[in-house]
């Protein structure tokens, strides 16, 4: 847990740290909000809170490679998260910057899917009466849906100061403690990956929320909101979607009888 902990608290250190950094990035080259009628603020406000993010992840990322149980995460999966990431952070700030319209970021959200797919990142199986093993095509076809719909949802939330990111750190906090306690108390290697995403997801929003916290000196934009819909989709499909339903109850039970006999014993 610990290595977890200092994962989750040099993500949020280096979010804190490079947000002034992008900010004044994003005033020189006026990827700003401006005021509207229905904003809250009152003078117009730098973007690109989503580039901060990134160079955050990527380089706790880098860092927790090198630590004894973290680094056992890495995987073909969290390479495609990354990249994926990396694929709509490129398409928010445009759209900070330039406006894209609605149109190009729905294929742009799409194309991120798929470079998911193309990375082992899949609804394999649905927990429905049972366990429903989808057809390929079908699973893929899912998971476009699941990733487009989670990350329009966070950006539509992205509204308030700090709503989206206080949102997104509890969803993601609820899903590292479902995935550490299966990849670590249960042995399921593949909740390894998002154990590892989501922690680093929370450290975002914790570092992020304070320039973003009322009065907001910093936006996450389109940017920001498309990379943590994105992140937190695909630390979901990782952890739900190929866990077999039926094999995690019988591992959690065999558990449970080996401890239960081994202090029997004496």
Not at 87 to 112: M, N, P, S, Y
Not at 193 to 200: C, D, E, G, Q
Not at 222 to 240: E, Q
Request: proline content about 2%.
């Amino acid at each position: 847990m610990r290595e977890y902990l200092l994962t989750g608290l040099i993500a949020a250190a280096l979010c804190y740290v490079l947000t002034p950094f992008i900010r004044n990035m994003a005033i020189r080259f006026k990827a700003m909000a401006d005021v509207r009628e229905r904003d809250i603020h009152s003078i117009s406000t730098p973007r690109w809170g989503g580039v901060s993010m990134w160079l955050a992840m990527g380089l706790t990322l880098l860092f927790a490679q090198h630590m004894r149980l973290v680094g056992r995460a890495y995987s073909r999966e969290l390479l495609g998260i990354f990249l994926a990431a990396t694929f709509v952070l490129i398409l928010g700030a445009l759209d900070d910057k330039f406006e894209l319209d609605a149109v190009t970021k729905l294929a742009g959200q799409a194309l991120a899917a798929g470079i998911l797919l193309i990375n082992g990142v899949q609804v394999l199986w649905l927990p429905i009466n049972g366990v429903v093993i989808l057809p390929a095509n079908i699973g893929q076809l899912l998971t476009v849906i699941i990733v487009v719909v989670i990350i329009n949802a966070v950006n539509f939330i992205d509204g308030l100061d700090g709503l989206a990111v206080g949102v997104v750190a509890i969803a993601a906090s609820c899903f590292f403690a479902f995935s550490y306690l299966l990849a670590v108390l249960n042995g399921f290697t593949r909740a390894g990956a998002p154990s590892l995403m989501t922690v680093i997801l929370v450290g975002l929003c914790v570092g992020f929320l304070a320039h973003n916290a009322y009065p907001a000196r910093m936006f996450m934009g389109d940017s920001g909101s498309m990379l943590l819909g994105l992140v937190l989709a695909a630390s979901a499909i990782t952890l739900t979607g190929q866990i077999d339903a039926n094999a995690l109850l019988k591992r959690m039970v065999d558990l449970r009888l080996c401890r239960f006999f081994s202090r029997s014993q004496f």
